[in-house]
């Protein structure tokens, strides 16, 4: 078994790397895939997707058809909509859904065409465990991030959400757009620009598929202040202690 943990940013995987035993390095369709094994136990590749959805369904593909992962994670920063998911928190999909997908009136707004459906499921269990794992980190925050940084995005406030979480190929930082989305899917609880895609990728193939996200902003007029400063002392840290409490308690898988 091989675990994927897929992200837009290489700021979002900051970490990962030093986790991993004897990483390789492969190109494949444009991209660096790193290859190795999570303490020495478990297969891992991690890859980086690049910003979108068509970029992260091709390396999601990629991921599937060349590297054989049976798994995938993607993680990453997100913008907050639902009430009280505020910078900070974090956030495990339950179900990804694309806000831009519209082919009304053939079908209705949000539907995929052909499939019936306008959200792709995450794996229960995948996101159990990774809704365990950041609960883990919220209880444990003071010991992984000093009073500074702590205090600048709220971090001894985290709360842990699950629910629904969507995609579309625009960054929303305006805040009437934010509140359109967020009238439009109440249920909505962030914004982001790949876990959609990947999801669709993922039940095309039968793979099991997790999302998580950490907020950035309110996907309102701040975003654009508050993301490269939020990328840069939080997102790839929340990426690490979450996935290293996540598959360090996780069995041994068999095989590969």
């Known amino acids: 078994m091989t675990l994927a943990i897929l992200s837009a940013l290489p700021q979002e995987q900051a970490g990962l790397r030093a986790c991993l035993t004897e990483p390789q390095m492969q190109q494949r369709a444009g991209r660096e895939f790193c290859v190795g094994r999570w303490r020495d136990r478990q297969a891992v590749v991690l890859a980086l997707s690049r910003i979108g959805k068509v970029a992260a369904a091709t390396t999601a593909t990629t991921l599937i058809e060349h590297f054989g992962v049976t798994r995938i994670v993607f993680s990453g920063v997100a913008g907050g909509l639902g009430a009280g998911v505020t910078v900070g928190d974090v956030v495990v999909a339950e179900a990804c859904l694309q806000h831009d997908m519209d082919a009304s009136p053939l079908f209705p707004r949000h539907e995929v065409p052909l499939y019936a459906r306008d959200r792709f499921a995450c794996d229960p269990g995948m996101a159990a465990g990774l809704r365990a794992a950041a609960q883990a980190l919220r209880d444990g925050v003071a010991q992984h991030f000093e009073a500074p940084v702590r205090q600048q995005y709220g971090l001894d406030a985290m709360q842990v959400h699950h629910g629904l979480l969507i995609s579309g190929d625009r960054f929303?930082?305006?805040?009437?757009?934010?509140?359109?989305?967020?009238?439009?899917?109440?249920?909505?609880?962030?914004?982001?620009?790949?876990?959609?895609?990947?999801?669709?990728?993922?039940?095309?193939?039968?793979?099991?598929?997790?999302?998580?996200?950490?907020?950035?902003?309110?996907?309102?007029?701040?975003?654009?202040?508050?993301?490269?400063?939020?990328?840069?002392?939080?997102?790839?840290?929340?990426?690490?202690?979450?996935?290293?409490?996540?598959?360090?308690?996780?069995?041994?898988?068999?095989?590969?």
């Open 172 to 256: 929303v930082s305006a805040a009437d757009e934010a509140q359109a989305l967020a009238r439009r899917l109440p249920q909505a609880l962030a914004v982001e620009m790949e876990a959609a895609a990947v999801a669709q990728v993922c039940h095309d193939y039968g793979v099991p598929f997790a999302a998580l996200r950490t907020i950035s902003d309110r996907a309102d007029d701040s975003a654009h202040v508050d993301f490269p400063a939020f990328l840069e002392a939080v997102a790839g840290r929340c990426t690490t202690l979450i996935m290293q409490h996540w598959l360090d308690g996780q069995a041994a898988p068999t095989g590969t």
